[in-house]
């Protein structure tokens, strides 16, 4: 087996790294990917008054759900608190600090051109082994290279909602909502949003629906399920998920998924040109219709968008 499917982000077994930093641990559930350092996922835990100082990345993408407690956040000047459910997605150059404002607030975290794991191991692996070296001005230029972040005082800032920023996605945003027989997907972080590597999808999926994939196809598959449980087959192993589990598949892996109870999940993979899809198919069903009775002309419809689903159905 490549790697695990299954990931429980609450037990301890499933971290990859745990690090405790005082006033926050962290815990790794999935390293950084290829050339654009995909899928980093971990959970940041914070003590109450934990701070992040005001910052802003030089590149790399940063998707925080927030999945429990609470947060006062300072972005483009602007100051504003969040809570547990939101989904905050923060771009290169956008500047942005964090004040904690409840203990045990979890910073569910999705990272992209960032390795934020690989920066904690470097400083880490530092500070436990060579702490005479950072009064050392030669070994601190080449440990800090050029930094990736641009940090700065948090400026005077302006109160407003939370829902006047476009980074702030609450549970009932939504770019675009489709529905059909047993799911209810809703966009809630765009392609031109991740520099074209993903789409983010919440949806709401009832007991019963069936999704395979049978056909070994390149995307990886993510998912983050907050409601409800699946059960998942992946090349021959089965096993159920559930609330605060991480589905996740390599590519060429075939799997089938059986919803066993109404779940509420996000897509995190996003590989698929979804949004572009749904779009299209709609103007399928208004203008030529008749290829819906056309498999091979659907299988390739569906493969422009390297959307691989090859059944979707209600089950018994
Ligand atoms: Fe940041």
Redesign the pocket.
Known sequence: MYEKYLIHMNDPKDWLRHWDEGTQVVNDFILPRGPKEKDEMSDTIYHKDAT?PY???RK?F?TFEIAAGSVECFMRGKRFVAHAGDIIH?MPWTP?GFHFLEEGTIWRELFQE?DMSGGIWEKNTVNQNFPQYKEDPEFMRIYRGDPL?LTRETPVCIDVDKREMHEVRTPDFSYATWQGDGYEIRLKVGKWETNGVKEIWHASLKKGLVVEYAFPHCNWELYYIKEGSLEVEVMGERFVAGPDCLVHIPNFHPHTIRVLEDTKLYDYGGETDLMAMMEDLESVRKYHSEWLEDPDRMTAFRHKYKCFVTGIYMGK
Do not use: T
């Open positions: 992040v910052h802003q990345h790399g940063e923060i942005h960032i972040n």
